[in-house]
């Protein structure tokens, strides 16, 4: 009797579970752009701004510090970018105060993950540029293995390169030539490389970094990139000069 109440249930679900099958079919998808702009800010809702009122203020005051002002808006892209070769130029720049002497700044596009706007840049718009827990990082590269990563680096469509880096790709992704301070790579020769301590481990298709030795990678707070970016606008301002970079030839196709 046990068993077969059990199977009446059991029945009984199944086809309560049957009878609400859907028969709906899918026979298109439409969609529409909303914006997002200040006229949502015409009639705020003063609850929700009163609630969150000193969070704001918490977070201005963290995020609002001017570090100092750039020449013009930048953004980065490949092959070559004002964004994408000012953050290659700072690695070298900062070099110096880790005693290295280096040939070379590397960057990866990937990680630069917003652009800058003309005018005074906060330590939150850094932020938003260098967001990651990336370390400046130095590495030697004999000239074989740098044009081996030159090759990678054409093979991605660009990165970012310290001034006196010139780069020759095709649109194919192939390293027609390479120049670094207007000479040729010496096959057997060393070179110096400041980067960050993501690429040293051959990331982003940038298998070559990891290639290198006395590898350097301070891992104090400080090191940290969007410190030494913020650090580098502050010797700027200091001295009144307005951050600045353009796309130069760096990187060219052909």
């Known amino acids: 009797m046990r068993n077969r109440?059990?199977?009446?249930?059991?029945t009984g679900v199944l086809l309560l579970l049957s009878s609400c099958r859907s028969h709906y079919q899918l026979t298109g998808v439409e969609r529409s752009r909303i914006v997002v702009d200040s006229r949502y800010d015409r009639q705020p809702d003063e609850t929700a701004a009163s609630y969150l009122a000193p969070y704001k203020h918490q977070v201005d005051s963290a995020m609002g510090p001017v570090m100092g002002r750039v020449?013009?808006?930048?953004?980065a892209e490949?092959?070559?970018?004002?964004?994408?070769?000012?953050?290659s130029d700072v690695m070298v720049w900062a070099a110096k105060d880790y005693n290295e002497q280096v040939v070379?700044?590397?960057y990866n596009m990937g990680g630069i993950r917003a652009d800058l706007t003309r005018g005074e840049v906060t330590y939150g718009d850094v932020l938003d540029v260098a967001p990651f827990e990336n370390?400046?990082?130095?590495?030697?590269?004999?000239?074989?293995?740098?044009?081996?990563?030159?090759?990678?680096?054409?093979?991605?469509?660009?990165?970012g390169v310290s001034r006196g880096c010139e780069l020759v790709i095709t649109k194919e992704g192939e390293l027609v030539s390479a120049h670094l301070n207007g000479q040729e790579i010496d096959p057997q020769g060393e070179?110096?490389?400041?980067?960050?301590?993501y690429l040293l481990g051959g990331n982003d298709g940038m298998?070559?970094?990891?290639?290198?030795?006395?590898?350097?990678?301070p891992q104090d707070k400080q090191s940290n990139t969007r410190f030494i970016i913020m650090n580098y606008f502050?010797?700027?301002a200091a001295k009144g000069e307005v951050v600045d970079a353009q796309v130069e030839g760096r990187i060219t196709l052909r």
């Open 5 to 10: 109440l059990f199977f009446y249930a059991l």
């Open 71 to 75: 020449a013009r808006n930048m953004h």
């Open 78 to 87: 490949r092959p070559e970018s004002n964004l994408s070769n000012l953050l």
């Open 104 to 106: 070379l700044g590397i």
């Open 135 to 159: 370390k400046i990082a130095f590495t030697t590269l004999k000239g074989e293995t740098l044009l081996k990563l030159f090759r990678q680096i054409a093979k991605r469509g660009g990165e």
């Open 191 to 197: 070179y110096r490389v400041a980067t960050i301590d």
């Open 207 to 217: 298998s070559a970094m990891n290639e290198g030795h006395d590898v350097r990678s």
């Open 234 to 236: 502050k010797e700027k």
